[in-house]
């Protein structure tokens, strides 16, 4: 079974040379016949399929499509060709706490950010302790988020987002961010995603931390797929290649 | 969209505490401007249209009907490029954003109508029986704004100075909206157009059942209902069109 079926996705970016962004601009732009831009693929026919309970890791530099092809699973953006079908409830973690707002308090956000994840109150009233406990904030409940520090906001973030119970995580390096014992918490806590058969897309520059997760990983260079396959040999495959660009240059 | 309702009146509730800064008395506030607002009116237009029957009352129902319609566009505008997050971080079906922030302005103008009904009341001696068709007008008052809103907060995506127009546009459908004014100064050859105007309509509906206790006719029902879904069928067209490339222009 597939959680997740890529097919042949293409996804092209419009660079305007001079960026127009209001009507004043695009009618000026009309008569002096401006309308040039330069196109950008930065998704060039790419497939893939995902199975039930796999974690797959996508690594390549900056810049070459990873962020914009799991914001395509995510479905914020939408491809210009090719389809993707997914499976399941789906989680995307390309930022965490969307949706927070400064001015309300920890448990009102609690159940703002839970149901932008799609979680019901009920679901939410079940699990609200465990959110806390976990986040290690019972006492700040009570505490507008603007005067949370930024140590406190992610935990309260993360901790309410584990707990959404989605079968699909999509997560862009949120785990990069927090000290060493939320990202050990945050690892800890994957690793049990990933016991429970839950399905995860796992974009990093970490190359250990996606070693430690996926036993399947694609290697992205300029939109396209270089090598899809083994963690291993992607990441053997990856590193070689940067290695032959230091040699170049 | 159903699956999403706890979102729904999560944004509306949040909406509503933001703009109503969490106190009780915020609401109340909130009232300060409309209400000073129709008594500058009252006092500097009493001389001219005092003499038209229940100008005080008529004149403070056009306002609260008049404010629905300009707060609720004016908010769902940017209720988009105001949630950059939820839309670039995560998928929601993003008509959510829009119609919460109406639905918040729904809220507050039920409040602010509900205020009026006492006032309506001690002025006129009683109420209309005609009242009881408030929610059906409202209603689709409601559609017609959410299809406004549609249509902005998708194209303010794009154009950047959408609100600008906007304003100016609002600003001179003030005046061409009988509010301060009766509609027996509009010279006749101009009558046709100016009852083409959904606002107008709309007024003197709420004018109708709340204080003059008639029926709307069967035109102004028309018109009403007419404008209000055309305004959402095409908002909710540009709108699915326009939102595919969202998170690439914010």
């Not at chain 1, 890529?6 to 732009?29: A, L």
């Not at chain 2, 157009?193 to 004018?207: A, E």
Request: proline fraction near 3%; hydrophobic fraction near 50%.
């Amino acid at each position: 079974m597939s959680a997740i079926f890529v097919d042949n996705i293409s996804k092209k970016f419009r660079i305007p040379h001079e960026k127009k962004n209001t009507v004043f601009q695009n009618i000026i732009g009309l008569i002096k016949r401006q309308f040039d831009y330069e196109e950008f693929w930065a998704l060039k026919d790419v497939s893939f399929e995902v199975n039930k309970g796999e974690a797959l890791g996508i690594i390549g530099r900056n810049g070459s499509g990873k962020s914009t092809l799991l914001k395509i699973l995510a479905r914020v953006l939408y491809p210009d060709s090719g389809s993707v079908s997914l499976d399941g409830k789906i989680a995307s973690f390309l930022e965490l706490g969307v949706g927070f707002q400064p001015e309300l308090t920890a448990q009102e956000n609690v159940y703002i950010y839970s149901s932008v994840l799609g979680m019901r109150r009920k679901q939410v009233d079940r699990v609200y302790d465990n959110i806390f406990d976990f986040a290690e904030l019972k006492k700040f409940e009570n505490m507008k988020l603007k005067n949370f520090s930024s140590g406190m906001y992610l935990r309260l973030a993360f901790s309410t987002a584990i707990h959404a119970t989605p079968d699909t995580m999509l997560i862009d390096e949120v785990l990069a961010v927090g000290d060493e014992a939320f990202r050990k918490k945050c690892r800890d806590k994957m690793n049990q995603f990933k016991a429970e058969a839950k399905t995860i897309v796992f974009v990093s520059h970490d190359l250990n931390s996606v070693k430690e997760l996926c036993q399947r990983s694609i290697f992205l260079h300029e939109g396209k797929i270089v090598t899809m396959g083994d963690t291993e040999k992607v990441i053997s495959d990856y590193l070689a290649m940067l290695q032959g660009e230091t040699h170049n240059t | 969209m159903w699956q999403y309702r706890e979102l729904i009146r999560n944004l509306t509730f949040a909406d509503l505490k933001n703009r109503y800064q969490n106190t009780a008395l915020g609401f109340f506030w909130s009232l300060l401007s409309p209400l000073l607002l129709a008594g500058v009116l009252y006092f500097f237009f009493r001389h001219i249209f005092g003499r038209e029957e229940n100008f005080a009352i008529n004149l403070l129902v056009g306002l609260m009907a008049w404010r629905f319609f300009t707060t609720g566009t004016a908010s769902s505008l940017g209720a988009i490029v105001g949630k950059a997050g939820l839309v670039t971080k995560v998928y929601i079906p993003r008509q959510i954003l829009v119609l919460s922030s109406v639905l918040a302005n729904l809220i507050g103008s039920l409040l602010e109508f509900i205020i009026l009904l006492p006032i309506i009341f001690a002025l006129l001696g009683h109420l209309p029986v005609t009242v009881l068709l408030f929610p059906l007008i409202h209603f689709v008052y409601f559609w017609l704004i959410f299809g406004v809103g549609l249509l902005l907060s998708s194209l303010y995506v794009y154009f950047r100075d959408v609100n600008y127009i906007w304003d100016v546009l609002v600003n001179i459908l003030f005046f061409c909206t009988p509010i301060f004014y009766p509609l027996s100064i509009i010279p006749d050859y101009l009558l046709p157009y100016y009852l083409l105007n959904p606002i107008t309509q709309f007024i003197g509906i709420y004018r109708d059942v709340m204080v003059a206790g008639a029926l709307p006719s069967l035109y102004s029902i028309v018109i009403v209902v007419g404008f209000a879904v055309a305004a959402y069928l095409v908002g909710s067209l540009v709108f699915s069109k326009l939102q595919r490339r969202f998170a690439e222009e914010m």
